[in-house]
C-alpha cells in the first residue's frame, strides 16, 4: 500500500511562509485526488486544500483560501503546500491523504466531516506564534 510522508512543517511568526511537503512512496494514481487536513487541539479535523492528479484541478476551503496553495510534482512524487501570510489560527497538525474521488467528487470531499481518503500521512506540526 501507498505510504504518505509529510515534511516541511516548524514554528513561524504570523504573517510568514511556510511550505510543506507530502512524498508519496508510490504515483500511480493519476486517478486519484490528494488533500491537505488539519486539526488543532480540541478541535474537528477539517480540510485545507485538495488537489485531482490526472487533471491538476484544484480546491481551496474559504478559511485559507488567498493565502494556501496546493499543487504537484507528478515526477518527485511529491504533493505541496504552500502557506503564505500565516495565522495563529493556523496552528495545526497538518496531514496529507489520498483517496479514490472523481475528478467533481475531489473539492466537495474535503469539506465532508469525517471523510475516508483510504490513505493518510502521519501528519506534521505547523505553529504560528510570536
Known amino acids: 500500500q501507498v505510504q504518505l510522508e509529510e515534511s516541511g512543517g516548524g514554528s513561524v511568526q504570523p504573517g510568514g511562509s511556510l511550505r510543506l511537503s507530502c512524498k508519496a512512496s508510490e504515483y500511480n494514481y493519476r486517478q486519484y485526488c490528494m488533500a491537505w487536513f488539519r486539526q488543532s487541539s480540541g478541535k474537528e479535523r477539517e480540510g485545507v486544500a485538495s488537489?485531482?492528479?490526472?487533471?491538476?484541478?484544484?480546491y481551496i476551503t474559504n478559511p485559507v483560501a488567498g493565502r494556501f496553495t496546493i499543487s504537484q510534482d507528478n515526477a518527485k512524487k511529491t504533493l505541496y503546500l504552500n502557506m503564505d501570510n500565516l495565522k495563529p489560527e493556523d496552528s495545526a497538525m497538518y496531514y496529507c491523504?489520498?483517496?479514490?474521488?472523481?475528478?467533481?467528487?475531489?473539492?466537495?470531499?474535503?469539506?465532508?466531516?469525517?471523510?475516508?481518503?483510504?490513505?493518510w500521512g502521519q501528519g506534521i506540526q505547523v505553529t504560528v506564534s510570536s
Open positions: 491523504a489520498l483517496g479514490s474521488y472523481l475528478p467533481y467528487e475531489c473539492g466537495p470531499a474535503i469539506q465532508t466531516p469525517g471523510v475516508d481518503f483510504g490513505v
Open positions: 488537489i485531482y492528479i490526472g487533471d491538476g484541478t484544484t
